[in-house]
């Protein structure tokens, strides 16, 4: 299977076509819930929470956000940022509940300092390290991004980005970036060593290291 | 976009970082929606820890809200449930579906479609 990321930038890939796809799919819907419900247990949200969603797509995550019940802590209020105009288009549709705003996370994070309790994002920052012009390098857009997130932060709060990394050296970029800015890392594997492994970046503001473990 | 959203965002322009000025953008030609959501108390009260009060003021007077009151509410304030369902109505119910935001620093006009706001910037900006 070719990585869409090798192909075209996020923007152009994901047009209105292949959104419609991403989400209809009930494969794809099944995955990315499984996914949304595995980062929202490692953010371990006790209360009704202010969450930023990077790469928020077609609100698939965010209206999980939204459903969590009053005894899990939920429901929560999102704010989603994403590059792809057909794929916001898909959530205003399905008449999401989040916020949404069509931007670029490798240009940073605008909200002031400690405005979130917690980040999550889905299948989205190995984007970051597509750079498609001269004036933009894949270091730059990771020091933005990451720098961004962890000031939006509140102390003590969370990101999980579930990502997919084109290779190892990929995935050490896109963790240093993160402990650069001052976050404490650590990277859960679900699955190692399986076509359905799933790498999770677990980021801590203010909070100790975490260890890396398989899971 | 909502009301909430607003007393946090800032301008992305990179001169505009710590600029007093470029906080909280300003709208324009705003054209409002209202949207039932469900009250949720423990989250107002979350946030209200949070919220600029003074950026709050600024947002709802150009929106045309005039009973925001003066003071942040706290201590027993945060128990009176009416007081929580106005701020619910006022923070999360409205919208802000088309018009602009402007910088207060840089003049950055960021649009908002369909309560969507367009926050891309040419590179240069960034
Ligand atoms: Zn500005």
């Not at chain 1, 405005?115 to 999550?120: C, Q, T």
Request: proline share 5%.
């Amino acid at each position: 299977m070719s990585r869409p990321e090798d192909s075209l930038p996020p923007d152009l890939f994901y047009n209105d076509l292949e959104s419609r796809k991403y989400t209809t799919s009930s494969r794809i819907r099944n995955i990315q819930a499984s996914m949304t419900n595995r980062a929202l247990e490692l953010l371990d949200l006790k209360h009704p929470s202010f969450i930023l969603d990077v790469g928020c797509g077609s609100g698939l995550s965010g209206e999980i956000l939204s459903g969590v019940p009053p005894e899990e802590g939920g429901p929560h209020e999102w704010v989603g940022m994403d590059i792809s105009a057909s794929m916001l288009d898909v959530a205003l549709q399905r008449d999401v509940e989040g916020d949404l705003f069509l931007a670029d996370i490798g240009q940073g994070v605008p909200f002031r300092p400690g405005s979130f309790d917690a980040a999550i994002s889905i299948s989205a920052i190995q984007w970051l390290c597509n750079a498609e012009s001269s004036d933009v390098s894949p270091e730059g857009r990771l020091t933005r991004f990451f720098g961004g997130l962890y000031a939006s932060l509140r102390r003590g709060g969370r990101a999980v980005c579930q990502f997919y990394p084109k290779n190892d050296a990929q995935r050490m970029m896109i963790s240093a970036a993160a402990v650069r800015a001052g976050f404490g890392a650590g990277i859960l594997e679900d699955d190692p060593g399986t076509k359905s492994a799933k790498l999770y970046l677990v980021l801590t503001v203010g909070g100790g290291e975490l260890e890396s473990q398989g899971g | 976009m909502k009301v909430l959203t607003v007393n946090f965002l800032t301008c992305a322009v990179k001169t505009c970082k710590t600029s007093p000025e470029a906080f909280p953008l300003h709208f324009r030609d705003a054209e409002l929606a209202q949207q039932d959501l469900e009250f949720n108390p423990e989250f107002i009260k979350n946030m209200l820890l949070r919220l600029d009060w003074n950026a709050f003021r600024v947002t709802t007077s150009e929106l045309g809200f005039s009973t925001i009151p003066a003071e942040k509410p706290e201590g027993d304030a945060l128990n009176d449930e009416t007081l929580l369902r106005d701020l619910h109505k006022v923070l999360l119910e409205t919208q802000v579906m088309e018009g602009k935001l402007v910088c207060g620093h840089c003049a950055h006009e960021y649009a908002i479609k369909e309560g969507i706001a367009n926050f891309l910037l040419p590179n240069h900006l960034v």
